[in-house]
């Protein structure tokens, strides 16, 4: 069937680094841009980056810029978010979601947790 | 990018109508027809209900539907159940990625 699977969260200290990954399975994923979209404890949802289903265009919400970077392999059908200087202000559940239509994601993984405290 | 405003609650009895807005600006909701809905129940990922405005997804019940004008848009849920109880998000493109309203608790009396 159809769905993502993220993994790579964890508890870690500020500064330090952290790459999440997420396996598709039961379409063409190369295909599709795709979105990392995080949710703070008890918050809404935030738009981490996007990227293109070739790769070519990578955007990114202002508070990650420089930090993070979002990337794909197609061949491998996973779409990564390497995240570096993290801070408390990262902590979040972090979804991988596939792009239907115009920042429409009709398909979430389960969602991943990156705690950041000293 | 600034949120999208949605009121934080919303609440309906059984069978009822409920209409939940999301405000933004000539650059987001009112310049695009790529608003969407989601639904997210409490420790679960958030499900696609409304797309493109107005187009539900293979499996939403029609009981959902969306519409806009100018820079609102709009969810309605119709004949209100038990399940529909959940956090609601609007969302639009931005010309390169998206924004998300903050969210309304629909509580279902």
């Known amino acids: 069937q159809v769905q993502l699977v993220e993994s790579g969260g964890g508890v870690v200290q500020p500064g330090t680094s952290l790459r999440l990954s997420c396996v598709a399975s039961?379409?063409?994923?190369?295909?599709?841009?795709f979105y990392w979209v995080r949710q703070a404890p008890g918050k809404g949802l935030e738009w981490v980056a996007v990227?293109?289903?070739?790769?070519?265009?990578?955007y990114y919400v202002d508070s990650v810029k420089g930090r993070f970077t979002i990337s794909r392999d197609n061949s491998k059908n996973t779409l990564y978010l390497e995240m570096n200087s993290l801070s408390a202000e990262d902590t979040a559940m972090y979804y991988c979601a596939r792009d239907v239509s115009y920042c429409s994601l009709d398909v979430w993984g389960q969602g991943t947790t990156v705690t950041v405290y000293s | 990018q600034s949120a999208l405003t949605q009121p934080p609650s919303a609440s309906g009895s059984p069978g009822q109508s409920v209409t939940i807005s999301c405000t933004g600006t000539?650059?987001?909701?009112?310049?695009?027809?790529?608003v969407s809905w989601y639904q997210q129940h409490p420790g679960k990922a958030p499900k696609l209900m409304i797309y493109?405005?107005?187009k539900r997804p293979s499996g939403v019940p029609d009981r959902f539907s969306g519409s806009k004008s100018g820079n609102t848009a709009s969810l309605t849920v119709a004949g209100l159940q038990a399940e529909d109880e959940a956090d609601y998000y609007c969302s639009s493109y931005v010309g390169s990625s998206g924004v998300f309203g903050g969210g309304t608790k629909l509580t279902v009396l």
């Open positions: 990227i293109w289903y070739d790769g070519s265009k990578k």
């Open positions: 493109e405005v107005s």
């Open positions: 039961g379409f063409t994923f190369s295909r599709h841009g």
């Open positions: 000539s650059s987001d909701v009112g310049g695009y027809n790529y």
